[in-house]
Structure formats: C-alpha cells, structure tokens
C-alpha cells in the first residue's frame, strides 16, 4: 500500500470518528433512512411485498395498536427526535393507515386527566401512574427478586 492510499484511510477513519462523536453521522445516517422510507412510501409498493409489515398492519387496525403508536410518535415529537419521526411516520403509515392523535386527544382518549406533568412525554405520566396502582394494589407483583428471595426458593 502506498503512503497516500495509508493517509487516505487515516483521514477517513478520523473524520469518521469526529463526525459521529459529534453526532453528525448519526444524524446523517437517520436522514438518509427517512429518505429510502419517504422514496419507497411515494413509490408502489406490492402488498404482498416483504417490504409490507402486515403484523404492524395488523396491530394498527386496533384501537390499542393505534393508541400505542400514537403514544410513541408523542414521545418523538416531545423530544423533537425529528430524524426519528422521519422515518416513524412513513413506516407506520400515519396518516393512511391510522390518523395520529395529538397529545390532549390521547389525554382525553386514556382518560388522563389534567394532573398530567406538561414537561414529560405521556409515556412517562403512564409509567409514573403504573407505579402507583401497583403500590396501592392490595397484592403487588414483584418487579424484582431479591438475593434472600432466591436462596429461600432453592432451600
């Protein structure tokens, strides 16, 4: 190999190394996949394609996939993860398959009420009221096992 064929792979590894803890790469590396989503949703794609995701399909006909889905875009669109949206949207088929229901439609439809947190994504007011049913429950279920409780259990 040549000195400048070695400088080449020296500065390609460097660069490369600078742009993704920057952060660059990665942001571009998102681009780039919302693009091949945005060109493969304009283009026709065959129903019966390995392309179509039928079981996400599937769970978007449901009322609970729906929710679901829309509760993860919120969570993207809270923090702005705008590359992530991306390609989100296109592979959900938001706005073909199911209509996104904006942060207070999904208060009113989990009927969470106007104690919800504004600085935090819904899916982190869901967890925080998991949390409490479960401690308020009269038989919690464990959510971890403790050394004692294994050493009991193998006696």
Same mark, same amino acid.
């Given at each position: 190999?040549?000195?400048?064929?070695?400088?080449?792979?020296?500065? @390609? &590894?460097?660069?490369?190394?600078?742009?993704? !803890?920057? +952060?660059?790469?990665? @942001?571009?590396?998102? #681009?780039? /996949?919302?693009?091949?989503?945005?060109?493969?949703?304009? +283009?026709?794609?065959?129903? $019966? %394609?390995?392309?179509? !995701?039928? !079981?996400?399909?599937?769970?978007?006909?449901?009322?609970? $996939?729906?929710?679901?889905? %829309?509760?993860?875009?919120?969570?993207?669109?809270?923090?702005?993860?705008?590359?992530?949206?991306? *390609?989100?949207?296109?592979?959900?088929? *938001? +706005?073909? &398959?199911?209509?996104?229901?904006? /942060?207070?439609?999904?208060?009113?439809?989990? +009927?969470?009420?106007?104690?919800?947190?504004?600085? *935090?994504?819904?899916?982190?007011?869901?967890? /925080?009221?998991?949390?409490?049913?479960?401690?308020? %429950?009269?038989?919690?279920?464990?959510?971890?096992?403790?050394? &004692?409780?294994?050493?009991?259990? !193998? #006696?």
């Amino acid at each position: 190999m040549s000195s400048a064929t070695d400088d080449d792979v020296e500065l @390609k &590894d460097l660069v490369t190394k600078v742009l993704d !803890n920057s +952060g660059v790469l990665g @942001k571009l590396k998102a #681009q780039l /996949r919302a693009h091949v989503y945005t060109a493969l949703e304009t +283009g026709d794609v065959p129903s $019966g %394609s390995s392309l179509t !995701n039928t !079981n996400l399909k599937t769970f978007l006909s449901t009322t609970t $996939g729906r929710l679901i889905a %829309s509760l993860v875009r919120e969570f993207l669109e809270f923090f702005h993860l705008d590359f992530t949206l991306a *390609v989100f949207d296109p592979e959900t088929n *938001v +706005g073909k &398959d199911f209509q996104y229901r904006e /942060r207070s439609k999904l208060i009113d439809a989990l +009927g969470l009420t106007e104690l919800v947190d504004p600085k *935090v994504p819904l899916l982190s007011e869901i967890m /925080r009221l998991s949390k409490v049913s479960v401690l308020k %429950s009269e038989s919690p279920t464990p959510t971890e096992v403790s050394i &004692d409780d294994e050493n009991t259990s !193998n #006696q």
